[in-house]
């Protein structure tokens, strides 16, 4: 038989399935035995397959991509001689058929078809143009809301010819010194109907851009107004700050109760990618924000001293307006720079993880998952790899009505991985449940792990399966910083429930405020297949009391 | 004797080197007894190939080099003379590999093969088989010991710095992708040395003219013409089996950095991402050479660190000891490990010993399985070495100059690192016959064999200056992007003294000759501005220019030129190029010696080339070539149509929050939304967008126009507590909120903001003059906001309300010079100010259903000119409108 599968064209690797210890052997063989397609169906039905890839899984679909003729980083770079330089910098869903899109060279653009596969006959409209670095859009009020570089504004189509008409500035008043970095994202809306924006800090300002900049005589930091900060517009229109200490956040999204988070990239004073609890007169890391902690409206007052140079938990023990990440996104392991935050709220069709987060990353070329869990009245959560080999850097995800993904590509100013320059992807969950760790929450002792497929019982039991460490970083001036106090925790017991799809992990050696990294490359799915990503980290920054 | 000289100090150690000294003494009896030329422990074995020296096969094999200079080739090569010393700096031996992190890279079951059959199990090897004479039965328990020492020295790896520039996914040289691997390897030039896979498909490039050629020929006619050089195939450096050498981590690190492995740099780096080098890896581990992946050992999880009963102590010990004793050490230099006796030196050695490596039957020393050329020409090499007094100098001077057969110091150099592989010089090398498909042009563009092979070096070092040519081989000289070969780069003690070498082989005197000798003229003030229009004649259609290029051109940058080549190079090839370079498609501009262009400088050949030198070496800060400026605005150069143009962008005069308008007309205005006023108007052409749309500095937009006019920052309407008050300076402070703009249907933008309890809607459109009418309408706000953000039951309190009776003043205009015009209407007065700006006001009350025209102009009640600071204001006193829906219209017109 392993002949006949042979000239099929079977691989070696996937025969095994079809060895005697496996349950599902027999009858594979006898429906082998009747075609083919038949003993294809019950591979899949018995979800075993040691080829797994993520491709297997979640299919990525390209809608549109290209390659610019220079490097993303020439001094020249041009888009691709032909055609839109989709170059996205934010999206949102219109129906089912249509996709909004701002392009990072200023405009908006209506993409109709975007579902279809393959995508061959998707059209291209524009909607908006002459906005300045548009980092964000929402579909909102039967019009589109977009973040430019120096107000939030609302464009819409009065005279219903599908073009904009009014470019109407719902807020604007932080500072804009001229500095590139200083780009501007959002809005997303939060329960409340508040539109949030975050505000890059500005990187070593100098001459003109002085000028346009406030001083903060004690700690001695110069910045634009509100540079570093999370905001939020009321439905009245006003510019409220609301959180500081942000250095590029690039992404905003809000999970199931509405809240609202942010993504940091790694840089000075923020020593890995990070995800953020905003909400009011909470700190989370770039000093130089506090720039404007004492103008009118700020939340944040008398700062006298930044601790520079601490292991982060003791500098958040001396630091009482420092709050720690919800999540740290530790470096390469979760990708090199995090940008949109997306929530999958389908309600299942985009496979086993929903009400998670899923945050994309830039240079990677990926997504990355995160899951939250409230302790003691705070997020905290894990991280874990997802999915990658986007054809160039992801920059903005929005979920389609399909409960697809919709990845915004744009690698321009920085470098990624993937074979494109700019482009929309299109990522389709095929139906099949990879093995994976759905969710980790904190225990007392330990942590407990829920798993998307039952888990076999003897490769849990066995403490080999399982290795864990902890370690933090520095909170300095610098940029970014190596794992320090790393320490490896002793697994004492991994405890299967009934249903076989949790483990309980007892250890020795929890720290809070350290990250604790699980590899669980031991572990196998009843089916007997490893986990598709066997690492998870958590930031474990309170323990769950019993 | 030489034998007993190897092996004397030895005598008195372990065991295994008493047997091995008595298996040499047994062997050396069989040469001196019988003398046949058949019987050696391992000739006639199948699997003993010649050790591979590329230089060696592709030109000493075919009579290219002289039996002298391919003796000296092989002398460092092999490494001969890392037993036998030479004196002679350019008789450096080749280091081998360096083992101080061998456990972790090599898998132990191939470095025992490999130690007990280095030809067999990689034919064509330079590393000789040192333990060929000792007795069968031994050479495997010897190999134990050396491969449980060499596996027991570890070190990690070198981490990879990952940065927002360089993506490093966890544990990348699992993730490598075999085809793009397999792409790779064909595209960046490691065919170049390796054999390309026959089964890959090379995208078809147009036959070289010199291959075409060849397809025609028959043997003897391509021996008649010179050309059997050219007609050749290549032998590959061998890459046989790496499977079972390396992991997939180990071999990726290799590619890496290949320097850090193999110092000697014979294999250079290519400056691989760590995913290339990964997929590269990848490919070259399970795919190349067919045979399917799953037959082979995987290499995802291999564990490299070699069994604990290999890494014994005791036998590490012994291997250690073997390792000095067998003089590994000698071309594997450890730093714990002291320095094997040496051999006979070079100078010593007997030329006729029937003994030694070249005996026809070695024995007792590294066995090297040598043929016959190989041979001959290393004992041609040492006789003209040793030479007649054995005096270094006199060896030196006493070589045969003029010799095509015999290279110089840098013609040396360059076959020992194969560079000739890639590059010709002086009629050698070159990319060999039937491997130039491989090599392709980015976007598979037609420009010759020049766009897409390695440059020839023949006269190069009287061609490239010698701190580009530094910056060449360190890797930093990509010029050529178009090409998807790389210019790998050498290690900096191997290629540090090759500029040098490369001069003092193609120039006869020390300096190059200076630009002010070869152009006589070049202090000419007009030199560089005709040097500019002379690149229109015929260098924008191929060269680009500070990155930019005409549409679809490509070809060498010619920013920095003047620092890159030798101006009589320059000087002699813009002259006559053929003359220079054989085969170049660069045309002659001045057939004859004349210029085509008789227009610039006269029509003077030596002016005009003194003079495109001129502006090439000012290219960086001067104006692009005119044909490339327009190519460039193409692209970015905003040219308003039927609707007018608008830009949010940077400017230096508009701010930061900028809104410029550019018309048909080609009047154009910048809006600064911060101030809220008109920052600025010109005319001619509008903007450039590059800047704003696709650089990531954000640079300011500045206009390409003439005729500008700054307008100071202010808003436009105040009121103020007393007529001297100072005219607020900040548009928040004085109760203003920009609310965006709306387009009309003709795309005319009027800007909207709020004023105190007033909604203002500003429209600016040109005139019939080429002036700009400015058109403001004050509207007293009424309950609905004109943003639809949300529904409101009460509207807002206004942040600044006006005391009643307070006068409200719109000032028209601020200057440093500013007077009234006489004889203008009452009711349209009008300033001037210093800069020849004429502001002439009209002043109306608005028809409620129809705000944007005038029901008629109204007598300005109080307009007055005052002083503030440096500057003369000019104030209107309004009638503000007292109702909602009731608005005041004030006409501004701009003329200058």
Redesign the interface.
């Known amino acids: 038989m392993v002949e006949d599968l042979r000239k099929i064209g079977w691989?070696?690797?996937r025969i095994r399935l079809l060895s005697p210890n496996h349950y599902c052997s027999h009858f594979a063989l006898r429906l082998w035995l009747k075609g083919i397609a038949v003993a294809v169906l019950m591979v899949l039905a018995c979800g075993s397959t040691n080829a797994q890839t993520e491709d297997d899984y979640y299919r990525i679909i390209s809608v549109s991509v290209s390659q610019a003729?220079?490097d993303s980083?020439?001094?020249?770079?041009?888009?691709a001689?032909e055609g839109l330089?989709l170059e996205i910098s934010g999206m949102d869903v219109l129906d089912d058929h249509r996709l909004a899109v701002a392009i990072?060279?200023?405009e908006v653009w209506i993409l109709d078809g975007v579902y279809q596969d393959p995508p061959s006959g998707v059209t291209f409209h524009r909607f908006a143009?002459?906005?300045?670095?548009p980092l964000g859009l929402l579909n909102h009020?039967?019009?589109l809301y977009t973040v430019?570089?120096?107000?939030l504004?609302?464009l819409?189509d009065t005279?219903g010819d599908q073009v904009?008409?009014?470019?109407?500035?719902?807020a604007?008043?932080w500072g804009?010194?001229?500095?590139?970095h200083e780009y501007a994202y959002g809005p997303k809306q939060d329960r409340d109907?508040n539109l949030w924006l975050t505000l890059n800090i500005g990187l070593g300002l100098k001459g003109e851009e002085l000028n346009?900049t406030i001083h903060e005589p004690v700690l001695n930091y110069r910045q634009g107004l509100w540079r570093g900060w999370g905001m939020k517009v009321t439905?009245?229109?006003d510019l409220i700050p609301v959180c500081a200490g942000m250095r590029s956040p690039s992404g905003i999204g809000f999970n199931k109760a509405g809240d609202m988070f942010y993504t940091d990239q790694q840089g000075n004073w923020v020593a890995t990618n990070t995800l953020h609890h905003m909400r009011e007169g909470v700190f989370f890391h770039h000093a130089e924000a506090l720039a404007s902690m004492n103008q009118p409206g700020s939340p944040i007052r008398g700062i006298r001293r930044v601790p520079d140079g601490l292991p982060f938990p003791d500098a958040i023990r001396e630091f009482a307006q420092m709050k720690p990440p919800a999540v740290w996104l530790p470096?390469?392991?979760i990708g090199?720079?995090a940008t949109d935050i997306l929530l999958d709220s389908s309600g299942g069709k985009f496979g086993p993880f929903e009400g998670q987060f899923f945050i994309g990353e830039?240079?990677?070329?990926g997504m990355n998952r995160v899951f939250l869990e409230s302790v003691d009245g705070e997020y905290q959560g894990a991280c874990f790899?997802f999915r990658?080999g986007f054809a160039s850097a992801v920059l903005r995800m929005v979920q389609g009505t399909d409960g697809s993904v919709f990845a915004g590509l744009s690698n321009?100013?920085?470098?990624?991985?993937g074979t494109a320059s700019y482009g929309l992807q299109r990522l389709v969950w095929t139906g099949k449940t990879p093995f994976e760790i759905q969710e980790m929450r904190s225990r007392p002792d330990g942590f407990e792990l829920l798993f998307t497929k039952p888990v076999d019982p003897s490769t849990a039991a066995d403490l080999r399966s399982w290795s864990m460490n902890s370690y933090t970083y520095l909170y300095h001036a610098d940029y970014g910083s190596d794992e320090i106090q790393k320490q490896d925790l002793k697994i004492r017991s991994a405890k299967l429930s009934d249903d076989g799809l949790r483990v309980h992990l007892q250890m020795d050696g929890l720290r809070e405020l350290y990250v604790h990294e699980l590899r669980a490359t031991g572990v196998r799915s009843h089916d007997g297949e490893p986990l598709l990503h066997p690492?998870a980290y958590y930031t474990l920054n309170r323990i769950r009391r019993p | 004797m030489n034998l007993s000289k190897l092996v004397r100090c030895d005598l008195q150690t372990t065991a295994i080197v008493m047997m091995l000294f008595l298996r040499l003494g047994a062997a050396q009896v069989v040469v001196a007894d019988s003398g046949s030329t058949e019987v050696s422990s391992r000739a006639g074995e199948p699997g003993v190939v010649p050790p591979f020296v590329a230089g060696f096969d592709r030109f000493a094999r075919h009579g290219e080099l002289s039996a002298e200079a391919s003796g000296e080739l092989l002398l460092t090569e092999l490494s001969c003379t890392a037993c036998h010393h030479s004196g002679l700096p350019e008789m450096q031996p080749k280091p081998g590999p360096s083992l101080k992190a061998a456990g972790g890279r090599l898998q132990t079951a191939w470095l025992k093969k490999f130690l007990e059959s280095p030809s067999g199990t990689k034919p064509g090897t330079t590393m000789p088989d040192l333990l060929n004479s000792l007795p069968e039965a031994e050479r495997s328990s010897v190999a134990d010991a050396l491969v449980a020492f060499v596996m027991s020295l570890n070190e990690p790896f070198p981490e990879v710095k990952?940065?927002?520039?360089?993506?490093?996914?966890?544990e990348f040289w699992n993730?490598g992708d075999s085809s793009a691997g397999k792409v790779l390897y064909h595209q960046i030039g490691c065919v170049a040395c390796h054999e390309p896979d026959p089964d890959h498909e090379a995208v078809r490039v147009p036959a070289s003219p010199v291959d075409q050629l060849l397809d025609q020929l028959n043997p003897e006619e391509i021996a008649e013409l010179g050309l059997a050089s050219e007609a050749r195939q290549i032998n590959s450096v061998p890459l046989p089996n790496l499977w079972e050498k390396y992991n997939r981590q180990s071999l990726t690190f290799f590619l890496l950095n290949p320097e850090h492995v193999r110092p000697a740099g014979r294999m250079p780096n290519f400056g691989l991402a760590p995913?290339d080098a990964a997929n590269i890896a990848t490919w070259l581990l399970t795919s190349r050479n067919s045979g399917?992946e799953?037959e082979r050992p995987s290499h995802d999880s291999a564990d490299p660190s070699p069994s604990p009963a290999l890494l014994q102590a005791s036998l590490v010990n012994r291997g250690r000891q073997l390792f000095s004793e067998l003089r590994c050490v000698s071309c594997h230099t450890l730093p714990d490990m002291p320095p094997a006796k040496s051999a006979v030196p070079l100078d010593r050695l007997r030329q006729t010993a029937s003994t030694g490596c070249l005996a026809e039957t070695p024995a007792g020393v590294p066995f090297y399985g040598l043929d016959e050329l190989q041979k001959s020409s290393l004992r041609s090499a040492i006789v003209q070495i040793q030479g007649p007094g054995s005096d270094q100098a006199a060896v030196l001077e006493n070589r045969p100059a003029g010799l095509e057969t015999v290279p110089d110091a840098a013609e040396s150099r360059l076959l020992k690192m194969n560079c000739l592989a890639c590059h010709e010089r002086n009629k050698r090398g070159g990319i060999a016959r039937f491997r130039k498909s491989w090599f392709e042009t980015v976007?598979h563009v037609d420009i010759g064999d020049e766009g897409r092979l390695p440059p020839g070096l023949t006269g190069v070092g009287a061609r490239l200056t010698i701190p580009w040519l530094r910056d060449v081989f360190r890797g930093r000289g990509t010029l050529r992007s178009y090409m998807t070969v790389r210019m790998p780069q050498f290690p900096e003690n191997i290629v540090k003294d090759l500029p040098e070498l490369l001069r003092q082989s193609d120039s006869t005197s020390t300096d190059p000759v200076a630009e002010s000798k070869v152009f006589a003229s070049q202090s000419m003030p007009s030199l560089v501005a005709a040097g500019r229009a002379l690149m229109d004649t015929g260098c924008v259609q191929c060269h680009s220019f500070?990155?930019?290029t005409l549409?679809g051109t490509v070809g060498i940058d010619l920013e920095g030129v003047a620092s890159r080549i030798h101006p009589q190079w320059f000087h002699d090839f813009l002259k006559d190029p053929g003359a220079v370079k054989a085969r170049t498609r660069m045309p002659t501009f001045f057939p004859a010696g004349r210029s085509q262009n008789k227009e610039i400088l006269g029509g003077d050949m030596e002016l005009q080339i003194a003079a495109m030198w001129a502006y090439l070496k000012e290219l960086k800060t001067q104006p692009l070539p005119e044909k490339i400026v327009h190519a460039r605005s193409q692209?970015y150069e905003l040219t308003p149509g039927d609707r007018p143009?608008?830009?949010?962008?940077?400017m230096r005069q508009a701010g930061?929050?900028a809104?410029a308008v550019g018309f048909s007309q080609k009047v154009h205005f910048a809006f600064d939304?911060?101030q809220i006023c008109v920052a600025q108007a010109w005319r001619g052409r509008f903007l450039d967008?590059e800047g704003?749309?696709?650089?990531?500095?954000?640079p300011?937009a500045d206009p390409l126009g003439e005729q500008l006019i700054d307008l100071p920052a202010g808003v436009p309407i105040a009121d103020l507590p007393n007529e001297s008050h100072v005219w607020p300076q900040n548009s928040?402070e004085a109760g203003y909120?920009?609310?965006?703009?709306?387009?009309?249907?003709a795309g005319v933008?009027s800007f909207?903001y709020r004023f105190a309890e007033y909604e203002v809607n500003d429209r600016i459109v040109p005139t019939e003059d080429h002036g700009l009418q400015r058109t403001i309408t004050v509207t007293r706000r009424i309950s609905h906001?004109?943003?639809?953000?949300?529904k409101?039951e009460n509207p807002?309190p206004v942040e600044h309300a006006i005391e009643s009776n307070r006068p409200v003043w719109f000032r028209a205009h601020i200057a440093k010079v500013l007077k009234m015009v006489e004889g203008t209407p009452a009711e349209v007065p009008a300033v001037i100010s210093g800069d020849n700006l004429r502001i002439a006001v009209a002043f109306s009350m608005a028809d409620s259903e129809n705000p944007t025209s005038a029901s008629g102009r109204h007598t300005i009640k109080d307009g007055r000119i005052r002083k503030s600071g440096d500057l003369f204001e000019w104030l209107i006193l309004l009638a503000m409108p007292e109702t909602a829906d009731d608005s005041v219209v004030i006409e501004v017109n701009y003329k200058w």
């Open positions: 691989s070696g690797s003729t220079a980083r020439a001094k020249n770079w041009k888009p001689p330089a990072r060279k200023g143009s002459a906005l300045h670095e009020n039967d019009s430019q570089r120096s107000e504004t609302q819409k005279d904009a008409d009014q470019y109407l500035t719902v604007k008043g804009v010194t001229g500095h590139y109907g346009r439905p009245d229109g470096y390469r392991k090199q720079s830039f240079t990677q070329a790899p990658s321009r100013g920085w470098s990624s991985l690492d | 990952a940065s927002g520039l360089t993506p490093v996914p966890m993730r995913v399917s799953a976007g500070r990155g930019e549409p692209n143009i608008i830009l949010r962008t940077f930061t929050h809104v939304a911060e967008a704003t749309w696709f650089v990531r500095s954000a300011p928040r909120r920009f609310q965006g703009y709306r387009l009309d249907k933008p909207l906001a004109p943003t639809d953000q949300g409101r807002k």
